[in-house]
T-cell receptor, first 109, second 111 residues
Framework: DAKTTQPPSMDCAEGRAANLPCNHSTISGNEYVYWYRQIHSQGPQYIIHGLKNNETNEMASLIITEDRKSSTLILPHATLRDTAVYYCIVRQRDDKIIFGKGTRLHILP | AAGVIQSPRHLIKEKRETATLKCYPI?????VYWYQQGPGQDPQFLIS???????DKGSIPDRFSAQQFSDYHSELNMSSLELGDSALYFC??????????FGSGTQLSVL
């Protein structure tokens, strides 16, 4: 069963912020929100994760709503190399990752 | 920094043959995961190992088996190969319970 819902595709102009939404209305208290991305045929790459607080690292920011039912991944200055499929995943920290459909992000020059 | 190493990168087999894929996790990572990604599909979880014991099982066919060895490397064995087994096979490792690090994958083509 899919625990997350993401738009199938999005476009973003190069240099602009890319905001990728994710709905996870059935998330439980001990589940984290993880984001991974897969650049064409490469192994998925970890981006960021969070429980309830907003998080930021060198790649992106993660904004989680107060009720934890949705989140947004923000790539602050998108480049052509950010073109990929982005997966929002809900998991307990010691559990496997189950990939859903993801969002195909196209960065436009 | 060391990454997850998978071998071979590409493998071509005939129907009904056997294939073995190998995965060498990042040092000190005690958990290994295997995923299968068919053309145009999302990665599907197959099986995982924690401290050399199977810890979880997904949609892995009975023709497939896997194990994790004492040095923590893992092998995925596939027998009686079918055309539908053609896919990218990813291995990932983690220092449980942290994030997963994925290898570059093995592209299996069954002819």
């Amino acid at each position: 069963d899919a625990k997350t819902t993401q738009p199938p595709s999005m476009d973003c102009a190069e240099g602009r912020a890319a905001n990728l939404p994710c709905n996870h209305s059935t998330i439980s208290g001990n589940e984290y929100v993880y984001w991974y991305r897969q650049i064409h045929s490469q192994g998925p790459q970890y981006i960021i994760h969070g429980l309830k607080n907003n998080e930021t690292n060198e790649m992106a920011s993660l904004i989680i709503t107060e009720d934890r039912k949705s989140s947004t991944l923000i790539l602050p200055h998108a480049t052509l190399r950010d073109t990929a499929v982005y997966y929002c995943i809900v998991r307990q920290r010691d559990d496997k990752i189950i990939f859903g459909k993801g969002t195909r992000l196209h960065i436009l020059p | 920094a060391a990454g997850v190493i998978q071998s071979p990168r590409h493998l071509i087999k005939e129907k009904r043959e056997t294939a073995t894929l190998k995965c060498y996790p990042i040092p000190r990572h005690d958990t290994v995961y295997w995923y299968q990604q068919g053309p145009g599909q999302d990665p599907q979880f197959l099986i995982s190992f924690y401290e050399k014991m199977q810890s979880d099982k997904g949609s892995i066919p009975d023709r497939f088996s896997a194990q994790q060895f004492s040095d923590y490397h893992s092998e995925l064995n596939m027998s009686s190969l079918e055309l539908g087994d053609s896919a990218l096979y990813f291995c990932a490792s983690s220092p449980r319970p942290e994030k997963l690090f994925f290898g570059s994958g093995t592209q299996l083509s069954v002819l």
